[in-house]
């Protein structure tokens, strides 16, 4: 009966031993797993189980949870409930267990055993749900009304204060550190380099593999199929989502909004609206996609997408890009209204195998893996996509251009612009040669950029 998320107690003072860690043991004593009940939410409830760790549950907390845009990249709750895909309500399956002192979860409901979080999550998420795919275990099971995946991170944070943390990306809300055996004191983080793999070479679904793994796309043409959606893109959402990119070093995050065809199956996406908000900042998140929603609203546009960088890497979607697509996908495409698709663009501004100084942004889709394989990853895919001209270059977009300057105006990830990106090449070289190719066919608009540009000389 009780919502995931609501309800729970407050974590009580003092962090308990981890579960599954090498030292002491936590004592017996209750947990409890959250799942969907009503499978038409099954999505939605997915993301609250996520988005709403360590709050109180209710609907400042789906809004306002800890880095709730970037973290979920950008397409929240909030935004899906004022879009009317999701109505509040209650309906979540609470189970609760008791936690062995041999770190074995007994379920109180049968008695039944488990071994781990992730296997008891996936069997009581099955129950509820039997089209659940595995993962986020951890994070779907609550000790004392925190997230077991938050003790296991404040126990690494403990007891291996040396390891780095990974590399940066937003999306890490449902860190997966070690695979499903509930060991997580011998396994940890481990910085891996970000090589491509082919997705024919992934197989099942495997929590221990690095969510952060980059999957090659697929192309439609390849597997002998007809993209399902025609994709037209105006220059200046390249050009304001190219922008954004290159400032700092960290991955950022934004929405795409646009307009949706049903009768020409052509989604057109006219604007890009950044999210200025650093990782984590949760009181911020919130205010930012307040004035998202209502810049789509007053604009007429419809949330058809979102983009996100990966500064230094290739622009090509990891495994959790691939389940978060996933999760948008479905979420847009809401309930009755027919297909509406969301659009995935990945911006690379600095990979060094770019050829040239033009970041590569790939447009992606992903499609759910084969019937009889329903434990395997979906297919990431590569978007044909029209490019449109924008005839000029809006006062949006200059006013956002001027408005992410002052964001990350001083910041320690601010991209040095002065430095030398190549042998011959500062980094702002670098910059307005990606932005060459996107800019408006009118020419007068070269001033207005060049101010821009001088903000950003000014600002490191
Ligand atoms: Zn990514």
Known sequence: RAVPG????????????????RGARAAPSRVAAAAAARTGEAGAAGAAERSMAGTG??????????????TRRGITLRVLLRDGLLEPGRGGKKFVGDLGSDGTITWQETGQVFNSPSA???HCKRLVNPAKKSGCGWASVRYKGQKLDQYKAAWLRKHQPNVPPPPEEPGRGDRTLSSADGGAAGKRLEIKPRVPVRYCT?????????????VEVTSFAAINKF??????ISSNVLLLLDFHSHLTRSEVVGYLGGRWDTNTQLLTVLRAFPCRTRLGDAEAAGAVEEEICQSLFLRGLSLVGWYHSHPFGPALP???????????????QGSGNGFQPCLGLICGPFYPGNPGVESKIAPF???????QRPNDYGIPMDVEVTYIQDGFLTNDVVQEMTLLVEFYRGAPDLVKFQELWSQDQTYLDKLKGSLASRTPKDQSFTHVLEQIFSLLKLSG
């Open 202 to 214: 992934l197989g099942t679904r495997d929590s221990a593999r690095n969510p952060q793994t980059l």
């Open 227 to 232: 993209q399902p959606f025609n994709v037209a």
């Open 6 to 21: 609501a309800g729970v107690p407050a974590p009580g003072a003092g962090v308990p031993a981890p579960p599954g860690g």
């Open 57 to 70: 549950g209710g609907a400042k907390a789906a809004g306002g949870a800890r880095g709730a845009v970037l």
């Open 120 to 122: 008891w999550a996936t």
């Open 365 to 371: 889709w992903v499609m759910p893996p084969p019937e």
């Open 318 to 332: 990891s495994l959790h890009d691939i389940d978060a697509q996933m999760d948008y996908q479905l979420k847009l």
